[in-house]
């Protein structure tokens, strides 16, 4: 299966720089370039992979292609993947050869595992998240749909992230505590509590920074 991914970005090329490992190892799926509605994008060469093109690219691309949304920000994440889902668009999930995923994992479709990451019993991964390099989850983790988790992660036993939340580089989070949906978790900040819906917490515990506003969606 060919893959492109959607977002010739920062995380974008995280993401590309998987695919000599994948080659290498043989894997099911191929990064075979970008697609980005960006002015300007298309033709352009990232990691010696090419912008095909914007979203239009894919109407006739044939069956053999799949699609990894490679942008960061949750919500905007989850906006893409609905406007490429009423396309028709398939999606891949895509883990590294180096990251450590035994069966006893679920991952959904459109996640991505990066390298040295380990995932161990009954970890339950959603749709369309995003763990970077470093990441261990540990028994019976559950982690939302378009969440986002940043290098070197560490969610420790029964810990749950809720959908679209995004955990900076390097947080933690104790046994079986829970970050709520879209929250946002700064970087080396430590969860000890329950952390609410729509809040920013960082430190030391954490401590909650900031209220965001939910958002409205439309039915």
Known sequence: MRVVLYGASELGRDVASMAPALRQAGAAHEIVGFLDDGEGAAGRIFLDLPVLGGGDWLEGAGDDVAVVVTVGDPAVRRRLVGGLEARGARFATLVHPSAVVTPWVSLGEGSVIMA???????VEVGVHVMVNPGCTLAHDVVVGDF???SPGV???GRAVVEEEAHLGTGAVV???RRVGARSVVGAGAVV???VPADVTVAGVPARILREHRPPTRRV
Do not use: H, Q, S
């Open 147 to 149: 969440a986002y988790l």
């Open 174 to 176: 104790i046994p079986g």
């Open 192 to 194: 000890v509590r329950d």
């Open 116 to 122: 040295g990451c380990t995932f161990t019993a009954e």
């Open 154 to 156: 560490d969610l420790a």
